[in-house]
């Protein structure tokens, strides 16, 4: 299943926005053009399809309630409204829409939500129920177990859309970052946790494709296992290989930012299958290696045997010269007096016969986004 | 007005390019490049592709080509040339072009103006002398921004660039350049024809 076509309204700086997804998406734009906020819509519809840890409630107040996410630029509607159209693997279109705004109480209520496959509408709220006890509205129906049997399988799609932006300093750290255990945390509170509890043949499994590559780009580097501590508390070790003659061992907080991104970023190729998204997965690494990203992406997905959405957000160049990657794989945000707008190259002509005349999204697209005015950044300091 | 779109080697002709274009009435696009000229090198060709409907000012540094003459250059690098491709050598330097506008540049390095070359492209590394003339300014802060400390493998000051791209957005004037620089003079006419 992969998120084919997005719809937004008033959310965050998208006032109004419309476009297509493909399977593989890079998301370019200048410093916050609303990127991330871009990839918080998926993590939003994840967080809102959760029965337990999650729920719309939570997801609206994790994002400091409606008016926090609502566009500064909303205008007469200002209800916040998200639109996807999901292909199934059987081909099949699923449309969920959500909508939603404020009571006087300021507490978040949902004004619409709908559900259709292949054109056939399973749930249209408010509905009668509804109506009935207003205090439903409170809840989308996906976190429901029993409102969503008709569509379980959005629900546990949604659920599967993976947010991926690992800092190594929380994972040398995770205790000084946050004293509780959080779980499934994106910037890797519990990551080494997560590792440590998958399954033993399937770690293992990946330990050792992750340590063939890392092997690559951290030359040193001989083997990787994940062990506990005598306190319980799992730990990423390296064997690196030095100038005494035995090697020596490395544990996560000895382990370079890059090692740690780029360890973090290979799992999380290798972990789920449902949509991905990648912040800026080019920090900290060596350009060389950051060339190789998008094929490397490709080669796990592949010899995993899946199709899987993945969602990157980049200002690489190395990454976005890569000739594989075509225009309709970019979506450009270029913030306006209005809003961000959501830009593909499938509208410029012009773009779309630069690209077939064998430019790259690196030469050609990447040069828009670059910030107005970026000439006077120095001259105003 | 016409949109041009410019492929250049880096900022300051980023900046020198803007201004003459704007200077003419014509609209900036996009500013494409921005790494060297061997990028141009190896991309002329397919930016060249798409200028049957899209307009291109390219610049480059005749000095970074290695070619005798500013035609060999194009003969080599752009034999087909589409027709909205404006492909212009700048001899020999980018700074040739800023140093031919002698009264403010001498302004801007606070030196006297008989320090200036008259003829800025027959300098044989019109950067170096531009850095040159600057390490005799009399303002210690021109001196720091566009000279390189000493021992520095650096071939220009920190702030060189920055600096430079602010005297071109504010006090270059392209007319009296144009006087003093025959390259310059005929990129102006040949954008003037479109």
């Known amino acids: ?381 | 007005m016409t949109v041009v779109n410019l492929l250049v080697e880096g900022e300051i002709d980023e900046v020198v390019a803007n201004k003459i274009v704007c200077e003419l009435g014509h609209q900036v696009g996009t500013c494409y490049g921005k790494k060297g000229s061997v990028y141009i090198k190896n991309k002329i060709a397919d930016f060249n592709k798409s200028a049957q409907n899209i307009c291109y000012l390219v610049l480059v540094d005749f000095m970074d080509t290695g070619y005798d003459c500013p035609p060999e250059v194009i003969s080599n690098w752009l034999p087909h040339k589409n027709n909205l491709m404006i492909f212009r050598t700048v001899v020999r330097e980018i700074e040739s072009w800023i140093l031919a506008d002698r009264k403010n540049i001498a302004k801007f390095l606070n030196v006297n103006l008989e320090k200036i070359p008259t003829h800025p492209e027959s300098e044989n590394d019109p950067k170096q002398k531009l850095v040159n003339i600057a390490r005799n300014s009399r303002s210690s802060k021109i001196r720091s921004s566009l000279v390189p400390e000493q021992n520095s493998t650096a071939q220009v000051g920190k702030l060189y660039t920055s600096e430079i791209k602010r005297f071109v957005s504010e006090f270059w004037d392209i007319k009296a350049a144009r006087k003093n620089s025959p390259s310059l003079d005929k990129c102006f006419k040949r954008l003037k024809e479109i």
């Not at chain 1, 690992?166 to 000084?176: A, E, F, H, T």
């Not at chain 1, 449902?274 to 080019?282: A, C, D, F, R, W």
């Not at chain 1, 045997?305 to 969602?311: A, E, F, L, M, N």
Request: include cysteine.
């Open chain 1, 1 to 381: 299943m992969f998120i084919q076509r997005l719809k937004i309204e008033n959310w965050k700086n998208f006032r109004k926005g419309e476009i297509n997804l493909s399977r593989r998406l890079f998301l370019i734009g200048p410093n916050a053009s609303g990127k991330s906020n871009f990839l918080d819509i998926f993590r939003f519809l994840r967080e809102i399809s959760l029965d337990t840890g999650g729920g719309f409630k939570q997801a609206i107040e994790t994002r400091n309630g409606v008016s926090a996410i609502r566009c500064l630029f909303a205008r007469q509607k200002p209800d916040i409204s998200i639109e996807v159209e999901i292909k199934d693997d059987d081909d099949s279109i699923w449309i969920y829409h959500l909508s939603f705004g404020q009571n006087q109480n300021r507490n978040p209520i949902i004004k619409s939500e709908r559900v259709e496959h292949n054109g056939k509408i399973l749930l249209d709220r408010p509905d009668t129920d509804d109506k009935k006890d207003i205090a439903r509205l409170s809840q989308t129906s996906l976190e429901q177990l029993t409102a969503n049997n008709k569509f379980r399988s959005i629900t546990n799609f949604f659920q599967s859309i993976n947010y991926q932006h690992l800092i190594p300093q929380v994972v040398r750290d995770s205790k000084g970052f946050s004293p509780v255990s959080i779980s499934n945390d994106p910037f890797g509170r519990d990551f080494l946790h997560r590792v440590e509890r998958t399954r033993p043949n399937i770690r293992d499994s990946r330990l050792k494709k992750i340590e063939s590559v890392l092997q690559i780009a951290v030359p040193q580097l001989k083997e990787l296992k994940v062990s506990r501590d005598s306190s319980g508390i799992p730990h990423l070790e390296g064997i690196f290989e030095h100038w005494r003659p035995h090697a020596g061992k490395q544990f996560e907080s000895q382990f370079s930012d890059g090692t740690l991104r780029l360890f973090g970023l290979l799992w999380s190729l290798f972990e789920g299958d449902g949509t991905l998204l990648m912040e800026e997965p080019e920090l900290s690494l060596h350009k060389e290696v950051v060339r190789l990203l998008p094929a490397m992406i490709e080669k796990i997905f592949r010899s995993r045997k899946i199709r899987r959405q993945v969602i990157i957000s980049t200002f690489s160049e190395e990454m976005l010269a890569d000739k594989g990657i075509g225009g309709e794989e970019i979506i450009r945000l270029e913030p306006s007096p209005d809003g961000t707008k959501l830009v593909s190259p499938l509208d410029s002509p012009e773009e779309m016969e630069q690209l077939r005349n064998g430019l790259s999204i690196a030469d050609v697209i990447l040069p828009k986004s670059s910030p107005q005015g970026i000439q006077e950044l120095l001259f105003s300091l």
